[in-house]
């Protein structure tokens, strides 16, 4: 029979169990929900998109073909086909091969009606498994363990086995272009290294191109690239990202991503499909830097080996996804793989901007995908619209900035604009990618933090003012960015008669935020003015006081006690007398003792004649006030007066023989025999720190003498002083007198000081008989 013409397994991408963030502008780069697929197993995956089927074998233990619609749905199995490994399309994609390594032969199916049209015997114990098409020739690696070749069928059937020169420790595994051509690869792993052969392809002849050992101890996927001059290798343990030439295998440049996941797969426009990991793949440009997608799955599932087929038009990825075991294979598709997402981003200078404040907005971007070699901003058309209150439409900004790339800060270059915070109302941009090449669209509205502020507000007013006289209070507010006039000032008052205050009225306020308010106080005291700024629609409330002192009358006020000095216990009256007033006729009195607190003595309104009277009884020095609060038009004061306590001084003298009086005078007689003449003085009440003084005069030529004194000595703890003095220092038969002093204390004196009265005496000579 005449074979089908094979075209290369070019495999609409698929994405297994996994996530991915899709990022604004990122075109339908979507994997699908994960597909179980009803196999045990999986082998490989070829896409058959004009018929619109996926064909997915499982190996060992399978009955058939697996087969889906390009959406992975309507499963049905084409069976009768046992234990199918590698699969390959007919260059006209008539026919499906399927290798039957447990059969020893190969199936050709029928793409149009998916049942087998033939079967190619490849001789007993070949098990052939990987199938290529090249040269207009299927090719398929056999062998077992320790022995492998590569054979072929040619167009009429023929099966020939050895058409390698060479030979191979193991069966081969197979690789072609995504696109028909006469490039053919082979590999086979041989322990820590994989031994690698190109090929040229012609009819059923292989022409070697060249052979080398690749540091490859895990070989389980290899592709060749679009244009089939390199050959991209997935290991795990030893993952790169060199691309080996297929004239000499050696290592020409480097993919813009390493492979390391199970699978690696190219589209017929070059992308290539893989990973530098193992529980995730993207799919990148064969050269440069970066990556339009990464997909990453849900654990516990990885890439299969073999595990990855694109749509030959590179519109879908397809990718089978097994367990830790090797199960459960699921089914996952990628929409528009080759089409890196966008994200934008935006951001002003300041944030959050003010009303008024000149502002400057950029626009940059971010993708998975570096610009090309000599690219300085990315490609495509931007558009950024300004939308807020006068142009809530929005207005196309016609001429952005452009800034190039600036490494490490800015990849992909940015667009910059300035301007004009509204002075009301939100500030927004809407920024439009249109996409270019594989960048997708993008598109994201940016609502700029607008914040109300409040404006400064200076107030300018007179310290002090009279009563009823006309003055002015005024205002400036001060924006510090172009502003509105909008809003206006109020004002609270608040005075004696208002204590809690009332409104007086609302200033408007001028274009450039002057504003002036007048008024003429009819009470006296702190006048104090709240202005209160309401900020309008657009700022926010401010506000300012000042205060003014308006003039009162000084009023008549006097305070008095009946007395000047009061023994202790006595009863002083006091009296305050109050003049004429506004509309307070209310004294308070006061007492303080000396050396305590002061306390209220009465308060309340004076009588007819403006008097207010109190008692007290006093027991030490005290000051007396009386205190006019104030009214509305006349001034607080306060008067004192001050009563003093005299103390009480008791003498007596010691040892007198009798008395005698001399005139009108009574006079204590002594005698010298009695050695001592002794004078004690008490005082009560007498206070820690006073003391007591003694003085003695002697009567002579016609007047009173000192003759000596004792200066103030302490009294003992009972209040009592003794003075002693020997009779033989007086004259005998002479006059005299004697008298004591106190003296409180210089600091926190609680009485005043006192004069004992005087005590007359004469010293006779000898004994009295």
Same mark, same amino acid.
């Given at each position: 029979m005449k074979l089908a013409r094979f075209s290369p397994p070019t495999a609409a991408a698929l994405l297994l169990g996994l996530t991915t963030v899709i990022g604004p502008g990122a075109v339908d780069s979507y994997a699908a929900s994960d597909i179980p697929l009803p196999i045990a197993h999986f082998a490989h995956m070829v896409v058959d998109a004009p018929h619109g089927h996926l064909f997915i074998s499982g190996g060992d233990g399978t009955d058939g073909v697996l087969v889906t619609d390009l959406d992975g749905g309507n499963p049905t199995t084409i069976s009768g086909e046992p234990g199918v490994t590698g699969l390959a399309l007919s260059d006209d994609g008539s026919a499906l091969y399927a290798a039957l390594p447990g059969q020893d032969a190969i199936a050709a199916i029928s793409t149009e009606n998916l049942t087998e049209s033939a079967r190619y015997g490849t001789g007993a114990g070949t098990h052939p498994d990987s199938l290529a098409v090249a040269g207009g020739t299927l090719w398929f690696g056999y062998g077992t363990a320790g022995a492998g070749g590569i054979g072929s069928v040619d167009g009429a059937g023929t099966v020939t086995l050895r058409q390698d020169s060479g030979s191979w420790s193991a069966p081969p595994m197979l690789?072609?272009?995504?696109?028909?051509?006469?490039?053919?690869?082979? &590999?086979?792993?041989?322990?820590?290294?994989?031994? $690698?052969?190109?090929?040229?392809?012609?009819?059923?002849?292989?022409?070697?191109?060249?052979?080398?050992?690749?540091?490859?101890?895990?070989?389980?996927?290899?592709?060749?690239?679009?244009?089939?001059?390199?050959? &991209?290798?997935?290991?795990?343990?030893?993952?790169?990202?060199?691309?080996?030439?297929?004239?000499?295998? !050696?290592?020409?440049?480097?993919?813009?991503?390493?492979?390391?996941?199970?699978?690696?797969?190219?589209?017929?426009?070059?992308?290539?499909?893989?990973?530098?990991?193992?529980?995730?793949?993207?799919?990148?440009?064969?050269?440069?830097?970066?990556?339009?997608?990464?997909?990453?799955?849900?654990?516990?599932?990885?890439?299969?080996?073999?595990?990855?087929?694109?749509?030959?038009?590179?519109?879908?990825l397809y990718a089978v996804g097994v367990d830790t075991s090797g199960g459960t294979p699921t089914l996952q598709i990628a929409r528009n793989p080759e089409t890196a997402w966008v994200r934008l981003s935006g951001r002003s200078t300041t944030t959050p901007l003010a009303p008024g404040e000149a502002y400057s907005f950029r626009a940059s971007f971010d993708s998975p995908l570096s610009l090309s070699a000599g690219e300085s901003m990315i490609p495509g058309t931007v558009r950024i619209t300004r939308y807020d209150d006068a142009d809530p439409n929005g207005v196309l900004i016609s001429d952005p900035t452009t800034t190039p790339t600036r490494v490490p800060v800015d990849f992909f270059g940015s667009y910059y604009v300035a301007g004009t915070v509204p002075l009301s109302g939100p500030l927004r941009f809407r920024v439009d990618y249109s996409g270019s090449g594989h960048y997708g669209p993008a598109d994201q509205t940016f609502d700029i933090p607008v914040a109300k502020y409040a404006p400064t507000l200076a107030l300018t007013a007179p310290s002090a003012g009279d009563r009823a006289a006309p003055m002015t209070v005024t205002g400036q507010l001060t924006w510090p960015h172009a502003h509105v006039t909008t809003g206006a000032v109020h004002v609270v008052k608040t005075d004696l008669a208002h204590p809690s205050g009332y409104s007086v009225g609302i200033v408007p306020v001028a274009a450039d935020g002057s504003f002036a308010f007048h008024d003429t106080p009819q009470v006296g005291g702190a006048n104090a003015y709240a202005f209160s700024y309401d900020g309008g629609t657009s700022y926010l409330p401010v506000t300012a006081s000042a205060k003014v002192q308006v003039s009162r009358a000084t009023p008549s006020l006097s305070v008095a006690t009946d007395a000047k000095s009061y023994r202790s216990g006595a009863t002083v009256k006091v009296t305050a007398h109050l003049g004429t007033t506004y509309n307070s006729?209310?004294?308070?009195?006061?007492?303080?003792?000396?050396?305590?607190?002061?306390?209220?003595?009465?308060?309340?309104?004076?009588?007819?004649?403006?008097?207010?009277?109190?008692?007290?009884?006093?027991?030490?020095?005290?000051?007396?006030?009386? !205190?006019?609060?104030?009214?509305?038009?006349?001034?607080?004061?306060?008067?004192?007066?001050?009563?003093?306590?005299?103390?009480?001084?008791?003498?007596?003298?010691?040892?007198?023989?009798?008395?005698?009086?001399?005139?009108?005078?009574?006079?204590?007689?002594?005698?010298?025999?009695?050695?001592?003449?002794?004078?004690?003085?008490?005082?009560?009440?007498?206070?820690?720190?006073?003391?007591?003084?003694?003085?003695?005069?002697?009567?002579?030529?016609?007047?009173?003498?000192?003759?000596?004194?004792?200066?103030?000595?302490?009294?003992?703890?009972?209040?009592?002083?003794?003075?002693?003095? !020997?009779?033989?220092? $007086?004259?005998?038969?002479?006059?005299?007198?004697?008298?004591?002093?106190?003296?409180?204390?210089?600091?926190?004196?609680?009485?005043?000081?006192?004069?004992?009265?005087?005590?007359?005496?004469?010293?006779?000579p000898g004994s009295p008989s």
């Open positions: 690789a072609t272009t995504p696109t028909p051509s006469d490039v053919l690869a082979a &590999a086979a792993q041989t322990g820590d290294t994989s031994a $690698f052969v190109t090929y040229q392809a012609e009819g059923d002849a292989l022409t070697r191109q060249a052979a080398k050992a690749l540091p490859v101890p895990d070989l389980s996927d290899f592709a060749v690239t679009a244009d089939g001059l390199h050959l &991209a290798v997935s290991s795990w343990v030893r993952p790169s990202d060199d691309r080996y030439r297929t004239s000499d295998l !050696a290592v020409e440049g480097r993919f813009a991503y390493s492979v390391a996941s199970k699978a690696v797969a190219v589209a017929p426009d070059g992308t290539v499909a893989g990973c530098g990991c193992n529980y995730a793949f993207e799919a990148f440009p064969e050269t440069g830097e970066g990556y339009y997608n990464r997909y990453e799955y849900r654990y516990p599932l990885r890439l299969a080996a073999h595990g990855l087929a694109w749509a030959p038009d590179g519109s879908r006729r209310s004294v308070t009195l006061y007492d303080q003792p000396a050396g305590k607190p002061r306390t209220q003595l009465k308060s309340g309104k004076v009588d007819a004649q403006g008097n207010l009277v109190a008692y007290y009884k006093v027991t030490r020095n005290t000051v007396f006030s009386a !205190a006019f609060a104030g009214d509305y038009r006349y001034a607080p004061r306060t008067v004192t007066t001050s009563a003093t306590l005299t103390p009480t001084v008791r003498t007596e003298t010691q040892w007198p023989v009798s008395t005698t009086r001399i005139g009108s005078t009574t006079y204590q007689v002594f005698y010298k025999s009695e050695l001592t003449m002794g004078f004690n003085v008490q005082v009560t009440p007498r206070q820690s720190g006073g003391c007591t003084s003694v003085y003695l005069e002697h009567y002579y030529s016609r007047a009173w003498h000192q003759v000596t004194s004792q200066s103030c000595v302490p009294l003992y703890s009972d209040g009592w002083y003794g003075y002693g003095r !020997a009779l033989k220092l $007086f004259a005998s038969n002479d006059h005299y007198r004697i008298r004591g002093h106190y003296t409180p204390p210089a600091k926190g004196a609680q009485t005043g000081s006192v004069w004992s009265q005087w005590t007359y005496l004469t010293v006779r």
